[in-house]
């Protein structure tokens, strides 16, 4: 038998997505926690995520070990005071996970929700501040993985500083990949991870946060681990993570910054996925399948498409295509049934195109 040798596999999902070999290459060297140079790494990443925030001069990263769902929780934990109220912008699943977050550490919330392919109204969220003069805090969702859509985070952030509120953005699946300008939007915190825009390993979560604001918030966390409070210090002490740091996902996410430096940062790399999005969207429509959101709703992150019903079976396509080394995503939306492809990744467009064969010979043999 002659064996051919795998294909690289591709993940389009919203995450952990395709890494190159040089991220990957940097996994392979142990590090002491307390190494000059492993401070030093820390050091740099801190640096680099706040500026790729747009947070240089008044934020300061803090890491975190564990996925994005707990930097989303520790900001909420920590930024949120105890006697504070938080307004939570929903609509989709991430939104709702920050409500659940919320309602489990005992933190004073409302919602204001919105259908899954509406994007958050900000006019409808001045109302509700100019309404309840208790809300504090304002959390919001930039792209919502669930659908894909793009919430209007520059406008919402007008009139949450308008009204003399914080605003924290759970920028997940779009960091690195879309701008987000921390200090001109005044947010008060940014959530990100090390494995979607940036293209590292997962493993790494992250804070940027406003200084000012997080130099008030010692003891207010619920929780030991996901304190920021206590970590920025641990940082800004002795340089270290208070707890056993991941050391080679902190150094692939090293290697994954250098590279999307070489690439021309974030811009170019927004370039490359919308790229990536368009052949996409493309090449699915000609083959009969129809994009959940309008094309004005959409960011460049991830894609949900209708289920078109028998005899498409999207367990088939997925079996498939994973036998390919092809990984694509199911849907999350609440009404209806639907599939999704990613588009961010370290994947370029002849990797898009073998996704797009693959999927064209599955859609010709069903
Ligand atoms: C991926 C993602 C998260 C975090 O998910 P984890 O599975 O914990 O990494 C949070 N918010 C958004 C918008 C995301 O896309």
Request: aromatic residues 6%.
């Amino acid at each position: 038998m002659i064996s051919t040798p795998h294909p690289r596999t591709l993940l389009l999902t919203p995450g952990p997505l395709t890494t190159s070999e040089a991220t990957r290459a940097a996994l392979g060297r142990d590090w002491g926690s307390r190494d000059d140079d492993f401070i030093a790494l820390t050091a740099r990443l801190r640096t680099r995520l706040t500026a790729l925030a747009g947070g240089a001069g008044t934020h300061e990263t803090v890491l975190l070990a564990g996925s994005g769902t707990f930097a989303v929780e520790a900001a909420l934990g920590t930024l949120v005071p105890r006697d504070g109220r938080a307004l939570v912008l929903v609509n989709g699943a991430y939104g709702r996970r920050m409500v659940e977050m919320l309602r489990r550490m005992g933190r004073d919330h409302v919602a204001l929700e919105w259908d899954e392919d509406r994007p958050v109204d900000p006019d409808a969220v001045e109302r509700a501040l100019l309404a309840d003069p208790a809300i504090t805090d304002v959390a919001v969702v930039q792209c919502e993985t669930t659908s894909g859509l793009l919430n209007p985070v520059e406008r919402i952030a007008d009139v949450v500083r308008r009204q003399g509120r914080r605003l924290l953005v759970d920028a997940m699946s779009a960091f690195g990949a879309l701008p987000i300008d921390a200090s001109r939007l005044g947010l008060c915190a940014v959530m990100a991870s090390s494995n979607k825009g940036l293209e590292g390993v997962p493993g790494i979560s992250f804070v940027v946060a406003e200084r000012a604001h997080l130099a008030r918030c010692a003891g207010n966390a619920h929780s030991l681990s996901l304190d920021l409070h206590a970590q920025a210090e641990g940082f800004r002490g002795n340089g270290q993570w208070r707890f056993t740091p991941p050391v080679q996902v902190a150094a692939a996410l090293d290697a994954a910054l250098d590279q999307l430096e070489a690439e021309g940062g974030i811009a170019a790399r927004g370039a490359r996925y919308a790229a990536l999005h368009r052949m996409l969207v493309d090449g699915m429509e000609a083959l009969g399948f129809r994009c959940f959101l309008p094309p004005d709703l959409q960011a460049p992150i991830i894609v949900t498409f209708r289920d078109p019903g028998p005899p498409f079976d999207f367990a088939a396509l997925y079996a498939r295509l994973q036998a390919e080394g092809i990984v694509l995503y199911p849907g999350k939306l609440t009404r209806e049934p639907s599939f999704r492809i990613g588009c961010i990744g370290a994947i370029d467009e002849a990797d898009m195109r073998r996704v797009l064969d693959a999927i064209a010979r599955a859609a010709r043999s069903a």
